[in-house]
């Protein structure tokens, strides 16, 4: 069982920066990697950025050049620095921790558990 514990949101000004943290505890033997998840109301989870047991990023084109996601390989805090922040930005923020799903044909790496969230609010 792994839990997840967000942190580090807030209100912040379009053009700041705010910084994610994800405290992970418990331990899943088929995790395959950290994620930050986002969403508006009325409109599905977006997944935002993730990083991969590969060592491999993904991150959806909004958010490549202002966000970075980093993981503290000691304690297994998972960040996501958010700069240059836009309206659009504004969402709930959730960290994911990802697991080999044994159950598919292919293994797939999937979200299997989820963090509280946290509020993100950019104003101009």
């Known amino acids: 069982q792994v839990h997840l514990m967000e942190s580090g949101g807030g209100s912040v000004q379009a053009g700041g920066s705010l910084q994610l943290s994800c405290v992970v505890s418990?331990?899943?033997?088929?995790?395959?990697?950290m994620g930050w998840y986002r969403q508006t109301p009325g409109k599905e989870r977006e997944i935002v950025m993730a990083?991969?047991?590969?060592?491999?990023?993904r991150a959806i084109d909004s958010v490549k050049d202002r966000f970075t996601i980093s993981q503290d390989r000691a304690t297994g805090t998972l960040y996501l620095r958010m700069n240059n922040l836009e309206i659009e930005d504004t969402a709930v923020y959730y960290c994911?921790?990802?697991?080999?799903?044994?159950?598919?044909?292919?293994?797939?790496?999937?979200?299997?558990?989820w963090g509280q969230g946290t509020q993100v609010t950019v104003s101009l």
């Open positions: 994911a921790a990802m697991s080999v799903n044994l159950s598919t044909t292919a293994y797939a790496c999937q979200v299997r558990y």
């Open positions: 418990g331990v899943d033997s088929l995790n395959c990697g």
């Open positions: 990083t991969l047991g590969d060592g491999s990023t």
